[in-house]
Nanobody
Framework: QVQLVESGGGLVQAGGSLRLSCAAT????????MGWYRQTPENERELVAT???????NYADSVKGRFTISRDSAKNTMYLQMNSLKPEDTAVYYC???????????????WGQGTLVTISS
């Protein structure tokens, strides 16, 4: 069974940095799109950033210029580098991947278990 496992969350002060990792239990070349989402108790899960297998990226307006998404096929891992962190970035961050399962393009969507990021003011 394919799994996505996040790591790297923690507590940092505003202005600091964190790097989140999402390790897949199989080759990430099988995922045509991967991304990071976040959720707080008060809000629905929201998109943070996505990256395609071709390397195209997309960011939420709230994180543009501060966060960078990347993927390392050799390590089967996706990353989210978060700089200039703000208290409003506090959330549980989830890794997401769209796993292509056949040549017709059918896919399944996988989620990691989440990692908590807390930014103190």
């Amino acid at each position: 069974q394919v799994q996505l496992v996040e790591s790297g969350g923690g507590l940092v002060q505003a202005g600091g940095s964190l790097r989140l990792s999402c390790a897949a239990t199989r080759s990430i070349s099988s995922f045509d799109v991967m991304g990071w989402y976040r959720q707080t108790p008060e809000n629905e899960r929201e998109l943070v950033a996505t990256i395609t297998s071709a390397g195209s990226t997309n960011y939420a307006d709230s994180v543009k210029g501060r966060f960078t998404i990347s993927r390392d096929s050799a390590k089967n891992t996706m990353y989210l580098q978060m700089n200039s962190l703000k208290p409003e970035d506090t959330a549980v961050y989830y890794c997401n991947g769209r796993l292509v399962v056949n040549t017709e393009g059918a896919y399944v969507t996988l989620w990691g278990q989440g990692t908590l990021v807390t930014i103190s003011s």
